[in-house]
């Protein structure tokens, strides 16, 4: 599953509409609002995360876009560098979506990026800077 995090800037002119409920009935996305303010004929802001098929997310973030919703990423894309990383597993209690985990009984530690939401928590507990967060494009 897809997971990523934006702050989202609305217009006072859709703070009235059920925006949310849309993403999730027409595009299948589910989400957690992380923070909101979001007051009627005010501009609102609110930082949430979006999980589902990354191609509905796409046409979900284009629904938004095109409704005047101002859309900025807010984490990355995680990887890790198996060379620098000596197996610790600090990251794996850290990790809030479950994407670094431990493999037992071999004490393994597994990375799903599939499973990762980009927040880059791990990267500050990463003792030995095996994981690192860059941005992209969607």
């Known amino acids: 599953m897809y997971t990523r995090i934006y702050f989202l ?9 059920p925006i949310i409920y849309y993403l999730v009935k027409r595009y299948d996305v589910e989400f957690n609002i992380l923070k909101a303010d979001i007051l009627p004929q005010r501009e609102g802001i609110m930082i949430i995360e979006f ?4 191609e509905n997310i ?6 938004l876009k095109d409704l005047g919703v ?4 807010l984490a990355g ?9 000596f197996q610790c597993g600090a990251c794996t ?6 994407a670094l985990y431990m493999r037992r009984p071999e004490m393994a530690v597994l ?3 599939d499973r990762c939401s980009g927040c880059g928590l791990c990267v500050a507990a990463c003792p030995v800077r095996a994981m ?7």
């Open 9 to 17: 800037r609305f217009p006072k002119e859709t703070s009235d509409q």
């Open 51 to 54: 999980k589902g098929n990354r």
């Open 58 to 63: 796409r046409e979900a973030l284009s629904y």
């Open 70 to 73: 101002q859309v900025e990423r």
């Open 77 to 85: 894309k995680v990887s890790r560098d198996d060379e620098k990383c």
């Open 93 to 98: 209690g850290i990790c809030p979506v479950g």
């Open 111 to 113: 990375f799903d990026p």
């Open 132 to 138: 690192a967060v860059s941005f992209e494009e969607l």
